[in-house]
């Protein structure tokens, strides 16, 4: 009886052992997954590949962290400082989320530094702005809203992805855009509601409609110009009166623009100029339009001299490093760290 004791004794010492070792392993690899984290993080932000879902849930709907608040939402990215902070959100009477367009421009506004900080600090930073404003039930709706909308903006790059493999890069086919495009469409109903889908996006795809419906139009080798030009007019006719004021509107600058290049071109001075835009616009649009003149102008002349330099530069030093470390500091006496962002792409097709 005794030796049976014994035995079983021995077996179960030897299942705890047993379970202690598979717990502390177990605890090893978890430790090891989580010090990965935010280098996988960080290798995906700058890379642009996809995320685990689950990884995208966790981060958003995990409990709040324990950081300072000014991290977050005082010391901001390079290039989001000196730039206005997006709207307060809005509740309903009973304390649900007032569903708007807000609630985009300030996820966007966050996912914006994507590349310039990881991943996870940005969502951080939402999160710290989101419970900042909100409590109880209308957090926990942007928060899931938030997880929603990463979890569409992580298939949107699976999609590009495949698309990129499936086509490539260097080719376009006017179908495959409709198919990419459905295919976007079809995810936000994966992830998010009708009615932040309604708020997000009404206008955005109201306007890609219009433009799709032209291209389809225009396309349409078995219609004759004739037929183009009406079934144009009947889908203008159908067409949001909110779009057609901005078609309006862009319609009118582009003849502005290029009467204005025209005046300028044969040195025409500065009373000539502000006549033509008194002309063409009201006071205060025309007001306006000077002050962006006066913007294009003082850019151009920046660009202008940054180049000298930046020629300057690539001729003289060899090395690519070292060059490199110049022209990041040449860029930052000439331009802010968002116009150096803007510099850099347009660098990309000068050089």
Same mark, same amino acid.
């Not at 979890?151 to 699976?158: F, G, L, V």
């Not at 862009?250 to 008194?278: C, K, T």
């Given at each position: 009886?005794?030796?049976?004791?014994?035995?079983?004794?021995?077996?179960?010492? +030897?299942?705890?052992?047993?379970?202690?070792?598979?717990?502390?392993?177990?605890?090893?690899? #978890?430790?090891?997954?989580?010090?990965?984290?935010?280098a996988?993080?960080?290798? &995906?932000?700058?890379t642009?590949?996809? !995320? #685990?879902? =689950?990884?995208?849930a966790? %981060?958003?709907?995990?409990?709040?962290?324990?950081?300072?608040?000014?991290?977050?939402?005082?010391?901001?990215?390079?290039? %989001?400082?000196?730039?206005?902070?997006?709207?307060?959100?809005e509740i309903?009477?009973? $304390?649900s989320?007032?569903?708007?367009?807000?609630?985009?421009?300030?996820?966007?506004?966050?996912?914006?530094?994507? $590349?310039?900080?990881?991943?996870? !600090?940005?969502?951080n930073?939402?999160k +710290?702005?989101?419970?900042?404003?909100?409590t109880?039930?209308?957090?926990?709706?942007?928060?899931?809203?938030?997880?929603g909308?990463l979890? *569409?903006?992580?298939?949107?790059?699976?999609i590009?992805?495949?698309?990129?493999?499936?086509?490539?890069?260097?080719?376009?086919?006017?179908?495959?855009?409709?198919?990419?495009?459905?295919?976007l469409?079809e995810?936000?109903?994966?992830?998010?509601?009708?009615?932040?889908i309604?708020?997000?996006?009404?206008?955005?795809?109201? *306007?890609?409609?219009?433009?799709? $419906?032209?291209?389809?139009?225009?396309?349409?080798?078995?219609?004759? #110009?004739?037929? #183009?030009?009406?079934?144009?007019?009947?889908?203008?006719?159908?067409?949001?009166?909110?779009?057609?004021?901005?078609?309006?509107t862009?319609? &009118?600058?582009? =003849? *502005?623009?290029?009467?204005?290049?025209? %005046?300028?071109?044969? $040195?025409?001075?500065?009373?000539?100029?502000?006549?033509?835009? =008194?002309? =063409?616009?009201s006071?205060?649009?025309?007001?306006?339009?000077?002050?962006?003149?006066?913007?294009?102008?003082?850019?151009?002349?920046?660009? +202008?001299? *940054?180049?000298?330099?930046?020629?300057?530069?690539?001729?003289?030093?060899p090395?690519?490093?070292?060059?490199?470390?110049?022209?990041?500091?040449?860029r930052?006496?000439?331009?802010?760290? &968002?116009?150096?962002?803007?510099?850099?792409? !347009?660098?990309? +097709?000068?050089?």
């Open positions: 009886m005794n030796l049976n004791i014994l035995k079983i004794s021995l077996v179960l010492i +030897s299942l705890v052992m047993f379970a202690i070792a598979l717990f502390n392993r177990w605890e090893s690899n #978890k430790n090891a997954e989580l010090q990965q984290q935010p996988i993080l960080i290798a &995906q932000s700058t642009n590949t996809p !995320l #685990k879902p =689950e990884l995208i966790e %981060l958003v709907l995990s409990p709040a962290d324990s950081v300072a608040h000014a991290e977050f939402t005082i010391i901001l990215p390079t290039s %989001l400082r000196n730039t206005p902070l997006p709207e307060h959100l309903n009477d009973d $304390g989320l007032l569903i708007n367009k807000k609630i985009l421009h300030l996820f966007e506004f966050y996912l914006s530094a994507i $590349g310039e900080e990881p991943l996870e !600090l940005i969502i930073r939402i +710290s702005n989101l419970r900042e404003q909100l109880s039930q209308a957090l926990d709706e942007a928060l899931h809203i938030l997880a909308y979890q *569409y903006r992580n298939e949107i790059t699976a590009k992805q495949e698309y990129n493999q499936t086509v490539g890069t260097n080719e376009y086919a006017f179908e495959h855009v409709l198919n990419a495009r459905s295919e469409i995810a936000r109903w994966r992830f998010l509601s009708e009615e932040v309604a708020a997000f996006f009404a206008q955005e795809d109201q *306007y890609e409609n219009y433009m799709l $419906g032209i291209a389809t139009i225009t396309k349409d080798n078995s219609l004759s #110009k004739e037929q #183009k030009d009406h079934a144009i007019e009947l889908l203008t006719a159908q067409a949001p009166s909110w779009l057609l004021e901005q078609q309006n862009a319609n &009118q600058l582009n =003849e *502005y623009r290029q009467r204005y290049s025209e %005046l300028v071109s044969r $040195g025409a001075s500065d009373s000539e100029v502000r006549i033509l835009r =008194e002309q =063409e616009f006071p205060d649009v025309s007001d306006r339009l000077s002050t962006l003149d006066t913007q294009r102008s003082d850019w151009q002349q920046r660009l +202008s001299d *940054y180049r000298v330099e930046l020629v300057t530069i690539l001729a003289i030093e090395d690519r490093q070292a060059q490199q470390a110049m022209v990041d500091e040449l930052s006496r000439h331009f802010t760290a &968002q116009e150096s962002r803007r510099v850099n792409a !347009l660098d990309n +097709s000068y050089l």
